[in-house]
């Protein structure tokens, strides 16, 4: 796969190797110099999702609005309960 540095020195990983490889906006990597090869690496993130004291806790970063989304999901339960009572 051919690459080109920019006057800055980057480099664009294409976006089917990137997905393939589940690199992300973010990701941290580790850049390894072999001889005349460089090996970029991308640095596996710790489990978002830990147990404390039996709980399990998010520590990942959080994409779109948390807002939004409960307000969605308060919707969709709401409709749920209506439609249990008018089969009852």
């Known amino acids: 796969m051919l690459a080109t540095l920019d006057k800055f020195g980057r ?4 976006k089917k190797l990137r997905d393939h ?4 906006p973010d990701t ?6 072999d001889g005349k ?3 970029i690496e991308a ?3 710790e489990d978002p999702i830990i147990n404390k004291n ?4 998010f520590t ?11 307000q969605a999901d308060r919707l969709r339960r709401a409709k749920s309960l209506l439609n ?3 089969e009852l």
Do not use: F, W
Not at 11 to 14: C, F, G, H
Not at 28 to 33: G, Q
């Open 11 to 14: 480099v664009l990983i294409p």
């Open 21 to 24: 490889l589940g690199i992300k």
């Open 28 to 33: 941290s990597i580790n850049i390894v110099k």
């Open 37 to 39: 090869r460089i090996i």
């Open 43 to 45: 640095i596996e993130d």
């Open 54 to 57: 039996g709980l399990l806790i």
């Open 60 to 70: 990942g970063k959080l994409q779109g609005n948390l807002e939004t989304e409960l």
């Open 84 to 86: 249990r009572e008018n």
